[in-house]
């Protein structure tokens, strides 16, 4: 292990940063490989372009007519770019995404060959439905599943092959990807959404959902990340100390971007413009060696797919330059772990930004009645939020380091936290002329001004509101945006249904719209209150403050993911129609069995990294050490006592800290045996957090302690120093 690391460490001190030479603008390379808007119209007929058109924009069904001459257009522009085979791509619950390459060749019978793709492939393509996590709704006798093509979603190229983006179904049709429920919700929220916003503007026809992701990730050599075990096969370091320097003097967030880094970020810029991710931001994020990048909003389905798209990119273009890019939420102790914050909003088919302000108070109105709608969803269905980013590695992030805690809690700022107390204190029923005029005016009409200075964050909040959106923070860096997105836009949509029915009713019952819609927003704010939080959200107090209010404090992911079965959350899915009771319980099964999984790992590789070096390495020294206290004892027999004192209380320190690893590590293959034999999946992940998780903290405590033992005794860079990690 010493000549591994120290071949490493030699390696990247000598690597030099590869030369990336940007022949085209960015602008130019956008979409170069992407069956665009204006490639559709380049190689499709008329009709076939205005279909696919429709049904990215309006919903509507493809004919199947017009299937042969999209699949013909799409070969026909791939082969122009030196395309040799495709696939449907798409993204099952693994949390990677999924593909089989087949060619466009077919043999003739007069053994010549020809390229062909015809309309049925591209619609539908049958994968093995058991072979991937499907819950128990499909056995292994059952494997068929069938992938279809997503026609809302653009078609790319990488390398020779054609990209279809695609949905992953059972064939009894239960949906074993993140993309149907997504497309569901986005149905659902855009019906409810377009309804409501019928209020305000009679020519909105559509809502879309928006996303603008955030991804986070770590950068590490891929040399040394080589001669880490446990980076290997968890992501993530499991036993070592900190490095005296970590982020304590904040020089790494927004500082120089380092050569070899700049020119992996530029290699990945060229590469995401050319699938038409519109990546635009790239800066250092707070700790050693982690970064970030942004892209521009999209339409929600498209931003989820090229998020788990560029996430693929990332390992591939890293290789190129000898990096590892790690996922994981927390790779490193003691430093920030790593989110993907979800920016999130509406727009109407009309250029409107629903949580976006106008210059008007109708425009304010529409905002307000958008944005309180929203505060109220995520109210009454915030612990749905809780258990979409539930997941082991987002244990070890939530609550520390500026990721938000556990507890669901909406952040708005003091602004519109003040027109929320105006908008509470509404009368009841049918208002005074001089009443609307002061609402209209003096409260909703000074909205944009007031929102001018209110774009801060608080990087405390899981949910906070950042001047014309929601930013969810508190999801994990490695996670698929389409878990996320698919609740909040549920839970919005269940939400705008139960507004619009209020006010009709009290329209129906003699009020005004506008009445209406001031009273039902009223008591809103009212029900409300509890999640809207402005403080520190590490704070102690916080969590007092929260249990008052009876918001819950779910830490662990066995705890969140037992919410998913409440039949409170079960009836919001069947209602929206974006999941069934029995795809909900699959999914769950899913998850609660990956969380089991993943620390099942762990605990694997741990009991070998402790059995095969850190014991041994601990005990090479301390042979060491005994020779050196015989040695001294043959030389001063009467006071070596007292000359070996310190040698010989390293010697027992060590000794104990061995025993309490070895005893530790012998209960933690008993209880991952036990774990493992627990067939209740709920019971199951509960096993482990509370039987098998706190022995890592017992083994990592006695391994660190091991080798601050040697570096406070000044033991050479050996052979046997080198064994102990270095976290």
Known sequence: MSTLRFKALEKTVNKQAEKIVIEERLSVLFNQNVFSHDTMREYLPKPAFKAIISAKEKGTKIPREFADQVASAMKDWAISKGVTHFTHWFQPLTGTTAEKHDSFFRPTEDGRAIDTFEGS??????????SFPNGGIRNTFEARG???WDPTSTAFIIGTTLFIPSVFISYTGETLDYKVPLLRALQAVD???TDVAKFFDKNVTKVQSTLGWEQEYFLVDLNLYNSRPDLQMTGRTLVGHSPAKGQQLDDHYFGAIPMRVMAYMQDLEVESMKLGIPITTRHNEVAPNQFECAPMFEEANQAVDHNSLLMDLMGRIAKKHDFKVLLHEKPFAGVNGSGKHNNWSLSTDTGENLLSPGKNPKKNLQFLTFFVNTIKAVSEYGDMLRSAIAEAGNDHRLGANEAPPAIISIFIGSQLTTVLDELEKVREGKLSPEE?????????????EILLDNTDRNRTSPFAFTGNKFEIRAVGSSANCAETMTVINTIVAQQLKDFKKEVDALVEGGLSKDEAIFNVLREYVKSSRNILFEGDGYSDNWVELAEERGLNNYKTTPEALKLELNPKYIEIYEK???LSAREVEARNEIKLEKYSTKISIEANVLVDLVLSQIIPAAVTYQNVLVKNVKGL????????KDLAKNQIDIIRAISTHINAIKAATDKLVIETKAASEVSNHQKQAEYYGANVKPLFDIIRYNSDELEELIDNNLWPLTKYREMLFTR
């Open 121 to 130: 492939t591209l619609i539908q393509q049958e994968p093995d439905a058991s």
């Open 146 to 148: 069938y992938t279809a």
């Open 191 to 193: 019906d409810a959404a």
């Open 436 to 448: 609307k005029t002061e609402l209209k005016l003096n409260v909703v009409g000074k909205i944009p």
């Open 576 to 578: 929206t129609g974006v």
């Open 633 to 640: 004892k043959d030389i001063f027999a009467d006071e070596f």
